[in-house]
Each structure stands twice: as structure tokens, then as C-alpha cells.
């Protein structure tokens, strides 16, 4: 079964500390890998979409890492803020098998950052 | 502003009725989908449609139904059938025709069955 999990599922840290995040997939063929943010009773957002071709993006403080075959993602926040507490979600694009072009969501790492 | 909208925002729904739920996009995009997210779990595609008049089931379908006559609308109803419908629906986009893009997603619908 193509699977996606996360963890821990959930992390408090103070106020500037560098964190990873870690994800883990089944089946290394996968098109994509995609992080996301979802604040409390709200929609995800978007923040990292790695194709399977990369090794790793970045954007801001948020670097995203990705080894498919080991079947491993890692999401690293540097000098981490309050703003940031969210829970943050992994998902992956699986090339084959019964998930085939569906988003395949991990259950999430509930980041608490604390002043 | 371009984006995914949502409504309702909150929901009631009494045993046995068919409630519907609004998903716009003024995105341009092609693919829409819907999934449903349950406490402390990651979320679970229910439908999804690549296509004006074209859609496909997910994991979860049963006791669902959608429609998408319009490039920018994706209605969920979810009927009577759907024997534990409380939990967060989420409705998303994508630029559609290749498995390489980015899914926008909207604010979300809390639905709860009284």
C-alpha cells in the first residue's frame, strides 16, 4: 500500500531554533513531493512543491529535501518564529500502483514554536 | 483577487438530508478536487474531475456525489448515504493535465451532523 507518513506528529520548540521535519514514502516512483501549512480550522497553503528530477527547494527560511530512494523528505525551518506554530502536511504525488496521480497526504507534524 | 473560494464556512446537517457544498475557483484551472480531512488525520481524496463533464471517484466516493459543468465550479453533495459525514472538506485546484503541478486549496467547509 502507498503510504505517507510523518514524523514527529507533534514538535515544540523555542523561539529561534533551527527544525527538521520529517516525511517518509512507500515507493520511490513519485512525480512530485508537495509540503504544505495549515493553520487551525483553516485551508493548507502551499509551500514547497519538489519534483522528482530535484534534489531539493527552497524558499525563505524553508528548505525542502528530497531522497527518493531512501523514501525520505525533510522540511528544515531555520531561526523558527512564533508565526510559524502550524501543523504542516506532506503530501506525494505517487507515479503507479492504485495512487496513481493522487495526492497521497501524511497526517501532519503540529509544529508549536514558543516566545 | 485570483483564487479558491468556499462556502459555507460552517454547516448543520440533520440525519437523512442531502446537503451541498459550494467550491469556486477563478483560477483558470482545469482540475478540481475535493478531499475530507478528520481530526489528527491527513486528508482523503473523495473526488476529483480533470475536465469540464468529467470526473473521477477517490478513495472515499460512497455516499458522495459531485458535478462540474462549469470550468469554475465543483459542487460536493453529500447525501443521506454518508453514514459519518461530520469533518473538514477541503476543495482544490490545479493547473490539470500533467501530475507535475501545485494544488491551491480553499478555506474549507466544517460540516456537522446534528
Known amino acids: 500500500k502507498q503510504e505517507v507518513t510523518q514524523i514527529p506528529a507533534a514538535l515544540s520548540v523555542p523561539e529561534g531554533e533551527n527544525l527538521v521535519l520529517n516525511c517518509s514514502f512507500t515507493d520511490s516512483a513519485i512525480y512530485n513531493l508537495q509540503w504544505f501549512r495549515q493553520d487551525p480550522g483553516k485551508g493548507l497553503t502551499s509551500l514547497l512543491l519538489i519534483q522528482s528530477s530535484q534534489r531539493e527547494q527552497t524558499s525563505g527560511r524553508l528548505n525542502a529535501s528530497l531522497d527518493k530512494s531512501s523514501g525520505r523528505s525533510t522540511l528544515y525551518i531555520a531561526a523558527s518564529q512564533p508565526g510559524d506554530s502550524a501543523t504542516y502536511l506532506c503530501?506525494?504525488?505517487?507515479?503507479?500502483?492504485?495512487?496513481?496521480?493522487?495526492?497521497?497526504f501524511g497526517q501532519g507534524t503540529i509544529l508549536t514554536v514558543h516566545p | 483577487d485570483g483564487g479558491i473560494t468556499q462556502s459555507p464556512k460552517y454547516l448543520f446537517r440533520k440525519e437523512g438530508q442531502n446537503v451541498t457544498l459550494s467550491c469556486e475557483q477563478n483560477l483558470n484551472h482545469d482540475a478540481m478536487y475535493w478531499y475530507r480531512q478528520d481530526p489528527g488525520q491527513g486528508l482523503r481524496l473523495i473526488y476529483y474531475s480533470q475536465i469540464v463533464n468529467d470526473f473521477q471517484k477517490g478513495d472515499i466516493a460512497e455516499g458522495y456525489s459531485v458535478s462540474r459543468e462549469k470550468k469554475e465550479s465543483f459542487p460536493l453533495t453529500v447525501t443521506s448515504a454518508q453514514k459519518n459525514p461530520t469533518a473538514f472538506y477541503l476543495c482544490a485546484s490545479s493547473e490539470g493535465g500533467v501530475y507535475t503541478d501545485t494544488q491551491y486549496f480553499g478555506p474549507g467547509t466544517r460540516l456537522t451532523v446534528l
Open positions: 503530501a506525494v504525488r505517487y507515479a503507479g500502483g492504485t495512487s496513481y496521480g493522487k495526492l497521497t
